[in-house]
């Protein structure tokens, strides 16, 4: 199945959309979607921790209450050094803001676990957040 690189909403405002990773924001429905993009796989340490500042800047801006974060087409192995850097980055501006999250996981079965591990701390924090196979059943349970 081809990933869906644009949201199903067609009044959703494109934040970026870089080589790497698509960003939307739907104001009607205070939803967030990050898409990564298949040309993640030449992406940096670097390219990851600018591309997720920025979002965190739009996060922060807009404060949306729900996220889809579509990351059937990351290539990108997130290792432990990432993961805490993310955590004390990212996150907290995340769960101040978007409490109800949908996760469309990678296909490669170790970016997936990579992706597993980086979401464990962020459940374990109050957030209500459920991985769905397709884009439609993520909006549908988030809206």
């Not at 340490?45 to 990351?71: N, Q, S």
């Not at 464990?120 to 993520?138: M, N, Q, W, Y």
């Amino acid at each position: 199945m081809e990933n869906e690189m644009t949201s199903l909403e067609p009044e959703a405002e494109v934040l970026m959309d870089h080589p790497f990773l698509r960003v939307t924001f739907e104001a009607r429905n205070e939803l967030v979607q990050m898409t990564w993009k298949p040309a993640s796989e030449d992406m940096s340490m670097e390219d990851l921790m600018a591309l997720t500042l920025t979002y965190r800047d739009h996060i922060e801006r807009l404060r949306p209450k729900v996220g889809i974060f579509d990351m059937r087409e990351l290539h990108f192995l997130i290792t432990p050094d990432l993961q805490e850097w993310v955590d004390a980055n990212i996150s907290p501006t995340e769960k101040a803001t978007c409490r109800v999250q949908a996760l469309l996981l990678p296909r490669d079965e170790i970016m997936v676990m990579s992706v597993e591990q980086l979401m464990e701390e962020t459940h374990s924090a109050g957030l209500a957040i459920r991985i769905f196979e397709d884009l439609a059943s993520a909006r549908a349970w988030l809206l």
